[in-house]
């Protein structure tokens, strides 16, 4: 009863025998974590440029916008001419 709740030499060789099959699957798991961790790296060190242009390139938009805002406004209107019904009942 004594030698029951022991665990015998078979036991730990079984358990040794599952964490060495382990092994090449956890050093897979973690060259794939690690491939990952990079490819967002990458991710976000393009998303932070692209956001970067889209700043300065709205910052441009608006220096042109406000440069050529008082020359639009000088522009002359166009002549708008009616034409007048000539179907008129008298």
Known sequence: MLLS???SFSDVEHLQAQLNA??????NLSAKA???KTSAQQALTI???ASSKAQRSA????DTFEKLT?????LPRPIR???KNKS???
Do not use: F
């Not at 008082?70 to 000088?74: L, S």
């Open 47 to 49: 998303a932070t440029e």
């Open 59 to 62: 910052h441009y938009l608006q």
């Open 70 to 74: 008082p020359h639009i406004c000088r």
């Open 88 to 90: 008129r009942k008298h």
């Open 22 to 27: 382990l092994q090449p699957k956890i050093t």
């Open 5 to 7: 709740n022991c665990a």
């Open 81 to 83: 001419h009616t034409i």
């Open 34 to 36: 690690s491939s990952a």
